[in-house]
């Protein structure tokens, strides 16, 4: 492939399916946290012992081909990734390399670009280990089996990627299709990325970073062996062609070994899997299964609601978010819904540290509370503090109101009164505001606004104030 930005990024990631059980035996995907708990022979890898497939984690590799428009192999084949390290005590992992499950497929970017994909195929994770001093200190390193087994999907695209920026969008709207099929869990899977990189300075020598967790970490791994790279270049230096990890906690990248090439990993099909055969009524079943997927929503919001692209592409990013905005704006004007939901709702569970599956309270109290913000019968002061406390525990908005006397001051007659107050008592503020200072237009209504504990509407209590103000001028 003949490249021509200045940054070329290619990802391989790794998502683990949301099914009960590991991807070749019966034990619990999740569960006991005490280590080496939820493993049995067969993801030890003991002799005698045979692998089943998981069918589940079949069927969720399948819809996710057919989300993202990868052509499936009738044929799944399974092979051996030969290799010697504690995390797989078997000394191969379970993989597919010559067929995998699905081969291009695409992902369409924030800015309308298309990156292909390479391939999609099943695997087993490997155990998880942990290092006493680090990676780079310990001196003896601690093996969990209880991952060993889990069913994982492998996602690889083509080197199409050239940013950091990128690769995190491109992540973020994975992230959303995985949801949307219901075969990734956000809040307790695993998901991973290796990383290749390579710079135009360095006549594209490729550097790869491996097992990078989150998606603000990748972009930061990222950027910072683009920095280095850049460096070492400055310097004379060449850039190696090897393989890297990335350290969340001093946020660098280490050397761990030269980049190896598939073929040291002496692969060979897997003896003790049968072929399995995709049928067509399978793979039509999954399609049934198939639902509207965000950008094909963020399409209709924007052609059916009139909302900017912008709005649109943030109320279909997230199922949970879409589905309450759906049903918020069957009974509230639909921009009016975006906007709170994308500012206000999102701001109070950022806040809260919370995401959308955490939300207590239900369409019901957002449609109460918006229908008070579009009547105008509370300001949208009182509305963003009612979004707070709905966070806390659910209750009714209008009930609320009342009781605690929070309606909006709306009749010109009583904002008349009040800004015919204001202007008598300050009056250096008027003074200043007639010589020019538009700030002391602000300084008055900030002074109506605390007589009426922030309850008097802004836009008329502006104009009245503005007509009055300009009597006192005459």
């Not at 290619?10 to 999740?30: M, P, R």
């Amino acid at each position: 492939m003949k490249f021509t930005t200045d940054i070329v990024i290619g990802l391989e990631i790794h998502a683990e399916l949301d099914t009960q059980t590991k991807l070749f035996c019966s034990c619990a995907t999740k569960g006991n946290q005490q280590p080496n708990t939820r493993c049995c022979p067969i993801c030890l890898g003991h002799p005698g012992t045979r692998p089943v497939l998981n069918k589940k984690a079949l069927d969720y590799a399948t819809k996710l081909c057919l989300a993202l428009g990868s052509k499936l192999t009738k044929e799944i084949v399974f092979s051996r990734k030969n290799y010697f390290y504690p995390d797989m005590s078997k000394n191969y992992q379970i993989t597919q390399f010559e067929e995998p499950i699905g081969t291009g497929g695409t992902i369409t970017l924030k800015t309308g670009r298309k990156i292909q994909l390479t391939r999609i195929h099943i695997e087993e994770d490997p155990a998880a280990l942990a290092y006493t001093h680090g990676m780079k200190n310990s001196d003896s390193v601690l093996v969990d089996y209880n991952r060993a087994g889990n069913p994982l999907v492998e996602i690889v695209t083509e080197p199409q990627l050239t940013s950091p920026a990128e690769a995190r969008d491109f992540l973020n709207r994975l992230i959303s299709v995985l949801g949307y099929l219901n075969i990734f869990d956000i809040t307790r899977g695993i998901i991973k990325a290796d990383a290749n990189i390579s710079l135009k300075e360095s006549n594209y020598s490729r550097v790869e970073i491996k097992n990078i967790s989150g998606f603000k970490e990748i972009e930061k791994a990222l950027t910072y062996e683009i920095t280095r790279q850049k460096t070492q270049l400055r310097r004379g230096l060449k850039i190696t062609r090897e393989t890297r990890g990335w350290n969340p906690t001093s946020k660098t990248t280490l050397s761990l070994r030269t980049k190896e090439t598939e073929a040291d990993y002496g692969y060979i099909l897997e003896p003790d899997l049968s072929l399995i055969t995709l049928t067509d009524e399978l793979i039509h079943l999954m399609k049934k299964e198939i639902p509207e997927l965000a950008q094909q929503k963020s399409e209709r919001y924007q052609r059916e609601h009139k909302l900017s692209k912008e709005d649109a592409d943030v109320m279909s990013m997230e199922l949970e978010l879409a589905q309450l905005f759906e049903k918020v704006a069957t009974k509230i004007d639909p921009k009016l819904a975006a906007r709170w939901l994308r500012r206000e709702l999102l701001r109070v569970l950022n806040y809260n540290k919370k995401t959308t599956k955490e939300i207590q309270f239900n369409e019901k109290e957002i449609i109460e509370l918006l229908s008070l913000v579009q009547t105008n019968t509370i300001s949208e002061t009182t509305a963003q503090k009612l979004m707070e406390q709905l966070m806390e525990k659910p209750f009714s908005p209008k009930e609320h109101i009342k009781k605690h006397n929070l309606e909006q001051v709306t009749n010109e007659k009583e904002i008349e009164t009040l800004c015919k107050e204001t202007i008598k008592e300050h009056p250096q503020a008027v003074k200043d505001y007639h010589a020019g200072e538009q700030k002391s237009l602000h300084y008055l209504l900030g002074q109506i606004m605390k007589k009426t504990r922030g309850k008097a509407e802004p836009t008329k209590t502006t104009k009245i104030l503005k007509k009055e103000l300009k009597k006192k001028e005459l």
